[in-house]
Structures are given as structure tokens and as C-alpha cells.
């Protein structure tokens, strides 16, 4: 935002007290066909900004001043609350985008370019048709007007599910933060044409699965149609600001009030199927490291690796760039809610929901910068998007099966007196992999999965290194005979659905019989008589699933696993 001021002027409102009416009208006229404005006003204490964040779309706070975008339904609460407000315009004529709808590829080489939306998508497309071997192109989702959110991966087996962390770079969620769009399309073209050439970039590639999406929010970036980015907006064709949308830790499942837009439910759905180890959210108007959480002020369990990934970033920008660049607060780096709370947003859902370190990279103070200036930003960035791209490498990671089978587990990977607010991770499948990123130092990790043994083993981590443990897990019930060594023990039938009947071999004294889920949870115990010939258990009302029944007598323990249909 801090750049903005040379070339915003600004209109100043006095509010004074008038009706609920007066506002609508009033919300009315400013608005026009807008779908959003943008505006700044004073707030006394910082304690307000609770209350105001959702309300309105918070985009900076700065000594005492909230800089923020509201729709007319946000803005008309807002109205309500009586603050006095300058309403914010940018001069977009005078900034020079250089839109280029046919690009060559002298175009490429250069970067000083926005592509046209339908110069964007050839380009996605073009990707993968130059380096079939590298990338696919895709698409998660076609919005109502026909744009997509497109990706690409890249891998040195792209259609393999292979044995890596899975990393996620996307950009523009605010379809007017520019910048970060054409620097990941540039990353892209970097990451491939350099790949069997540059060693480090060649090793990155053969060792993760990056996915790269530049523009998360299309409709807004080309809110004044395919050809031009002038008139981006923040918010996304329904007016809505998705990074307000998400389920949050602390505000529930619908912190806006909002149905989940369509991009909100395609970022869902995709860090539902992919496991990312580690990802960043490109937002601009700020020079900052933004790192979880926004929804609350305790910080999180990696709050030293935050710091440490984070001032790396920082720091080898500040080494690459220019005086005063990606300084804001703490030189760089912030703890989101430190910095002002927000409830709702990308950030928060992917740390506590999908297991996944994301942080929001506020790339440039100004949101739609000049074409002419794209290329620097890439100079002062491109080093430092590579460092944190190679954390995911580093830390704990293994694969974890089950002892005796040798099958992948999904399994839950805990570090004792550590983890807490779901920083914890889990082994995926089908390959039983995991990668948990971590500070320096030495950890008890705990791994766990239903239906077998838990196991802590103590890990010791150095900083751009990853430790190896690959886990085994003992099945609960392998320390016990099983019930095939026992031909006159029948246990009839399975699949069972009505009753399971357990026929009794005279030859064995028993004391008690088991039911118990695959969660060790017994949910049926009876004692055995020694008259007893057959038992019955009526499971009609058990759920669905496998389960083990277990007859134990004489200091021994015999199982056998159950289907209950
Ligand atoms: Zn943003």
C-alpha cells in the first residue's frame, strides 16, 4: 500500500448520523456498478479491528489506519459503525500494462508483460506441449464465465505418484495483486528450461512434485474482460472476497456469512486429494512474510521454523533487491494476527485443516505495478522462492507400513510436547509416505494409525537436512495366535450380518470372548462358562466394518478378524 499514495488521490466523506435508508442510498450512488470500493479510516485502538475484520476486508493496517475493500452489503455494516472514511482510487491510466494476447518468444525471455486471459491459458497449455516430460497442464475448475483455475505440475515423472512432498505455489487469490502472477508463469518457464542443466534446479525437480497455479482468482484479475487487467478487482465475480471464505479454526465453517464460492470449493477439494507438504499464497500491497495463524493470536507449534523459513526469505531478498524492499514490520516477517486478524482465509485452512505449512507472501507494495517493473521484482524473489521450494526437503520423513504385510499405512505422524492446533501430519497413501518440516533440534514423534500399535521413536533434525525414519507398525493382534491354528474353533459367518456364532473347541478352557472394532475399542464382552458350546453375538446394530474376536483363557489370546456387513 505505502507506494500508492503518489498516485491515489483520495476523497474524503464526513459521516454523520443518518438512516438506515440515507445509507442504502448512500451505499447506492458510491457504489454504482462497482462491485467492491476501497477506502481507509482511523480506528482508536486495535481492539476494533476484531469486530471490523468481519465485517470488511481488511488489506493493511498501518498506525492506526485500516486499509480496506468492502462490496455494498459489507459496506453498508460498515456505514453503520460511524467511522469517517477516504475512499481510495487508483489511476490506472497512467500505469502501463503492455497486455500482449500473441506471445513469442522473445515476449518470454523478457517478462515485462501481462498476457491477455486467453494468452494466459495458450500459455499454461503451451507448457506442457514444450516440455511433455516435465509438466502437465490443467485445470481444477471452469468458473460460470469460462475462465479456469489452471496448474501445472511438474515432476521428472509428472503422471507418477512418486515418493516426494507435494509443493504448491498460487498467486492473485485477490484478482487485483498482480505481481505474483507473472512471477510464478515465469517460475514455470524457469524451472523447466533449466531443468538437466542447472544442477540445483534439476535436483528440485527430481525430488518434488510442484504444482503452480498463477492466477487463483481470474474473474477478478479480468473483471473488465479478457484483454485487459486494468479495473482488477479484489473480490471474485460474485463480489466476494474468497480469502474471507475458507472454514476457519476458530470461526467455523462459514466465518463471512458466505456460501463457499466456486474457487473457495476448488482449493478445498484439491488439498483434500493432494497431501502439500508446504505451500505460499502470493498476495500483494504489502512487503512481508505472513505466517500462520491470522484467525488467533497464539502462535503456532512451528513458530521457530516459521521464523527461520521465513527470514531466510526475507533475507535473501534483502541481499538481491534494492533498499526499503520487503521490509514491512519485523523486517519482512510477521505472525499474521500480529500483524491484524483475519477470519476465514486460505492461510489458516490449509495449516489446521489440510496438514499443509502455507504461508502468505505479500510480494509488492504495489498491487498492479507497471509492466516495466515486473523483472525486478523476479530478480529481487526468484532466489528465495527456490529456498523455501527446497524446505520441504528437509526435516523429518520416512515411509511407515505394516510390520508383517509390509502395506503402506496412513498413519498419524505427532510430535510429543510439540504439535498442537493440527501441525501435525499423516503418512498418505497408497505409498505409506510422509514429510513432517521442523526446527533444529531433537523430537519424540509418535506415529499411529487404527488397529495397531502406536510407536514413538526420537528423531534429531538439523536445519537443510531430512532425517530418514522409515516406520513399521505391529498389527494389535499379531501378538496373539490365530484362530486358523485352532481346527475345532469355528467362527461362522463372514462376512456376518445378522449374528456371528462362535463354536467352542472342549479341548481349550476359555474365560472370556471379545468383540472389539479396529480401533481396539471392545464393543461386546462376555464371560465364558465352562458349559459353554456356542456363543452368540447379535450385531445388527454395529456398524459396518472389520472387527476382531478375541477368546481368551490360560494366559493366551486367540483372534480372528470379522466382517460385519
Ligand atoms: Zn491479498
Same mark, same amino acid.
Given at each position: ?14 459521516i ?6 440515507n445509507?442504502?442510498e ?17 480506528i482508536?485502538?486495535r ?12 488489506d493493511?493496517?498501518?498506525?492506526n ?6 462490496n ?42 501481462y ?15 514444450n ?20 496448474f ?27 505481481t ?6 515465469r ?14 534446479i534439476?535436483s ?31 473480490y ?48 500483494g ?36 533487491g ?8 519485523d523486517?519482512?516477517?510477521?505472525n ?8 476465514g ?10 496438514h ?27 532466489r ?5 521450494l527446497?524446505?520441504? /526437503?528437509?526435516?523429518? $520423513? +520416512? ?6 504385510? =509390509?502395506?503402506?499405512? %496412513?498413519? *498419524?505422524?505427532? &510430535? ?24 533444529a ?35 494389535i ?15 461362522y459367518?463372514?462376512p456376518?450380518?445378522n ?8 479341548n ?16 461386546f ?14 450385531? /445388527?446394530?454395529?456398524? $459396518? +466394518? ?5 477368546l481368551? =483363557?490360560n494366559?493366551? %489370546?486367540? *483372534?480372528?478378524? &470379522?466382517?460385519?456387513?
Open positions: 500500500m505505502k507506494t500508492l499514495y503518489s498516485f491515489l488521490f483520495i476523497a474524503l466523506f464526513a454523520l448520523p443518518i438512516s438506515a435508508q445509507l442504502s448512500k451505499a447506492d450512488k458510491l457504489f454504482g456498478v462497482k462491485k467492491e470500493i476501497q477506502f481507509k479510516f482511523q482508536q485502538s481492539a476494533e479491528i476484531s469486530k471490523l475484520t468481519r465485517i470488511i476486508s481488511i493493511n493496517v498501518k498506525d489506519y485500516i486499509y480496506a475493500y468492502a455494498k452489503k459489507e459496506f453498508l455494516k460498515f456505514l453503520e459503525l460511524g467511522y469517517e472514511y477516504q475512499l481510495i482510487n487508483d489511476k490506472e491510466e497512467e500505469t502501463d500494462y503492455n497486455m500482449l494476447d500473441n506471445l513469442n518468444y522473445k515476449d518470454i525471455q523478457a517478462w515485462n508483460f498476457p491477455t486471459y486467453n494468452a494466459y491459458d495458450s500459455l499454461m497449455s503451451k507448457f506442457q506441449t516440455f511433455p516430460n516435465l509438466c502437465r497442464s490443467f485445470s481444477i475448475k471452469t468458473l460460470a464465465s469460462g475462465r479456469k483455475l489452471l501445472v505440475k511438474i515432476s521428472d515423472n509428472p503422471d507418477v505418484n512418486e515418493n516426494e512432498p507435494k509443493f504448491l505455489y498460487t498467486s492473485s487469490m485477490h484478482g487485483d495483486e498482480l505474483g502472477y507473472i512471477l510464478m508463469l517460475l514455470i518457464e524457469y524451472l523447466l528450461s533449466n531443468y538437466g542443466t542447472d544442477a540445483r534439476t528440485i525437480i527430481n525430488n518434488t512434485e510442484i504444482w503452480i497455479n498463477p492466477l487463483a482468482n481470474p474473474d477478478g484479475t479480468f473483471a473488465l474482460g479478457n484483454n485487459t487487467v486494468a479495473g482488477a478487482t479484489r471474485n465475480a460474485n463480489g466476494i472476497d474468497f480469502n474471507r471464505n475458507f472454514p476457519d479454526p476458530y470461526d467455523g465453517q462459514h466465518p463471512d456469512g458466505n456460501a463457499w464460492q466456486p474457487e473457495t470449493m476448488a482449493f478445498m477439494a484439491l488439498a483434500d486429494s493432494i497431501q502439500f507438504t508446504m505451500s505460499a499464497n502470493i498476495h500491497g504489502a512487503e512481508v512474510c505472513n505466517y500462520p495463524f491470522d484467525t488467533w493470536a497464539q502462535l503456532p507449534a512451528d513458530n521457530n521454523w516459521w521464523n527461520y523459513v521465513c527470514r531466510e526469505y526475507a533475507d535473501t531478498v534483502h541481499v538481491n534494492i533498499a526499503g524492499y520487503l521490509d514491512d514490520l523486517n519482512g516477517v510477521t499474521g494476527y500480529a500483524w491484524y486478524q483475519i477470519t482465509g486460505r492461510q489458516d485452512y490449509m495449516n489446521y485443516f489440510a499443509c505449512r502455507e504461508f502468505c507472501l505479500e510480494i509488492s507494495n504495489t498491487k498492479k505495478p507497471a509492466a516495466s517493473t515486473l523483472p525486478n521484482y523476479w530478480n529481487y524473489n526468484y528465495s522462492l527456490l529456498n523455501y527446497e524446505q520441504c /526437503q528437509y526435516g523429518i $520423513k +520416512g515411509i511407515v507400513t505394516d510390520s508383517i504385510t =509390509g502395506i503402506p499405512l %496412513k498413519a *498419524s505422524v505427532f &510430535i510429543q510436547g510439540h504439535d498442537m492446533d493440527s501441525s501435525h501430519v499423516y503418512s498418505t497413501l497408497p505409498l505409506g509416505n510422509y514429510y513432517r518440516p521442523i526446527y533440534g531433537n523430537y519424540n514423534v509418535t506415529y499411529s494409525a487404527p488397529g495397531y500399535y502406536s510407536k514413538t521413536i526420537s528423531s534429531g533434525v538439523v536445519n537443510k537436512t531430512s532425517t530418514i525414519k522409515d516406520v513399521q507398525l505391529v498389527p493382534y499379531i501378538t496373539t495366535n490365530e484362530i486358523a491354528n485352532y481346527p475345532n474353533i469355528n467362527i459367518p463372514n456376518a450380518n449374528k456371528i456364532n462362535i463354536l467352542l473347541d472342549k481349550y478352557s476359555y474365560k472370556e470372548v471379545t468383540l472389539t472394532d479396529i480401533y481396539g475399542k471392545k464393543v464382552e462376555k464371560t465364558i462358562k465352562s458349559t459353554d458350546n456356542l456363543i452368540e453375538i447379535n450385531v /445388527q446394530e454395529y456398524s $459396518k +466394518g472389520l472387527y476382531f474376536v478375541i481368551e =483363557g494366559n493366551q %489370546k486367540i *483372534s480372528q478378524k &470379522i466382517v460385519i456387513e
